[in-house]
């Protein structure tokens, strides 16, 4: 076999035994490092390769964001900042038909730009949004459908682990990447808003909620406008500590996830939700959290360094360069096979493994990788309201401990949000400046 027809091999063995359960870094790794043996026919070069990868992964500093932003979120969690969070959009949105469908997003929505995590957006909104919304009469179908899509907010709007991950893989500015995730994010949060007015009107039965407005208004008669700005409070001091100090060009991304770490200490601490014992809990799940992802990245660099030996995204690209297909189309064959191995696959294998193959092929068109980072993410997120994988919606159904909901119901509830994020895909690559726009405005 040649090298090239060894590499593509090897990428088919990975996804197969991904598939099979094998764990994805495990899976990247060993048959990244047996590919080199193979191709070069000398182990030293494979270990001098596994070697490389690790020393060059720990030297980077931008994957200090991973640790510091994981510890952030799960101290924002601890402190119950999402629950608070919800009671506010609750109150803004409850007069609006389907309106605590469009609370659970824009809390989400907020509590993403937080957090970054859409596991943690995932299950703390399904102990929040589940009891309340079933309280005020909405269907569970819906209820759990809204949550899922929501919930992906987590890998687009700013800081977002996947935009981190992407970053490394393609030495782009986590910065601007954060930057380019805002405008995105929020037509994204106006879409399902959009979806949620269209559903309530056009098919009540499925959404409910007919005596929402009822139960709400009794729940927050003596509600004052005091009580909202206490709970919003502790949230705004986070945005503004971390992305207004990584927007205005005041600190590294680096030293944003450090200040939004320590400030949400304070606030736990000011709130006394944060004992000793959950400080060590949130600091071992923080160790958990950034050995698991230090570990996938290693092995994703492995995998990008057989690319290389094997030749497989020269070839790649000047395949698809000989085909002599236009940009658009090249980008619907991305989303395309996006789209397949999300239904298999989590966001970061998809970014580990698709990415590098097409990168050669786009610089012919000169192509905005942070524009095209994006598209990525975006895309890759469907894949998380889709089955058999569908993470988001495994861990709702985790959560919420509740046998009268199905997996089945959960899929379905969140069928028209990855139809939804779709349009909005499509949208986002027809109008990179949407992506781009405020980078003009940016100090990065």
Do not use: H
Request: net charge negative.
């Amino acid at each position: 076999m040649s090298p090239v027809e060894i590499g593509a091999a090897s990428v088919v063995l990975i996804v197969v035994l991904i598939y099979t359960g094998l764990y994805i870094p495990i899976a990247l790794g060993m048959v990244s490092f047996i590919g080199v043996w193979i191709i070069r026919d000398n182990v030293d070069i494979a270990v001098a390769l596994l070697s490389e990868s690790i020393a060059d992964t720990v030297a980077e500093q931008v994957f200090a964001t991973v640790p510091l932003f994981a510890l952030m979120g799960l101290v924002v969690s601890k402190a119950g900042l999402g629950k608070d969070v919800y009671e506010v959009a609750n109150f803004m949105f409850y007069r609006i038909r389907g309106g605590l469908g469009m609370a659970t997003v824009a809390a989400n929505a907020i509590f993403a730009s937080i957090t970054g995590s859409t596991i943690a957006s995932a299950s703390v909104f399904t102990r929040v949004a589940v009891p309340e919304m079933n309280r005020f009469g909405f269907k569970s179908r819906f209820t759990v459908g809204v949550i899922a899509g929501s919930s992906v907010l987590g890998m687009l709007i700013p800081p977002s682990a996947m935009l981190i991950i992407y970053a490394i893989v393609t030495e782009q500015s986590v910065g601007q990447l954060f930057i380019a995730g805002i405008v995105p994010g929020i037509i994204l949060s106006i879409a399902y808003c959009i979806l949620i007015l269209i559903l309530s009107y056009a098919w009540p039965s499925f959404v409910g909620g007919d005596e929402s407005r009822d139960v709400a208004g009794e729940d927050w008669a003596n509600m004052t406008w005091g009580d909202l700005v206490a709970k919003i409070s502790p949230v705004v001091i986070l945005v503004l500590v971390v992305l207004g100090g990584i927007y205005g060009g005041v600190v590294t991304p680096v030293e944003a996830g450090a200040m939004g770490s320590l400030a949400a200490m304070l606030i736990a601490w000011f709130k006394r939700a944060l004992s000793w014992a959950d400080l060590w809990e949130v600091l071992v799940e923080t160790g958990y959290i950034t050995s698991a992802i230090l570990f996938l990245i290693i092995a994703a660099s492995m995998y990008s360094r057989m690319l290389g030996v094997a030749g497989l995204p020269t070839m790649f690209g000047e395949w698809l360069t000989g085909l002599d297909l236009t940009l658009g189309q090249i980008m619907t064959m991305y989303v395309i096979l996006m789209l397949a191995l999300g239904t298999i696959l989590d966001t970061a294998s998809i970014i580990l493994i698709v990415v590098p193959l097409f990168l050669t092929a786009l610089e012919e068109f000169g192509v905005d990788l942070i524009w095209f980072g994006i598209v990525t993410v975006v895309g890759a997120e469907i894949g998380l309201l889709t089955p058999p994988l569908g993470i988001s919606c495994f861990v709702i159904k985790s959560t919420i401990n509740d046998p009268n909901v199905t997996l089945y119901d959960i899929f379905s509830g969140a069928f028209p949000f990855a139809v939804t994020m779709l349009l909005v895909l499509i949208v986002l690559i027809n109008f990179p400046v949407l992506s781009t726009g405020l980078l003009q405005f940016s100090f990065l």
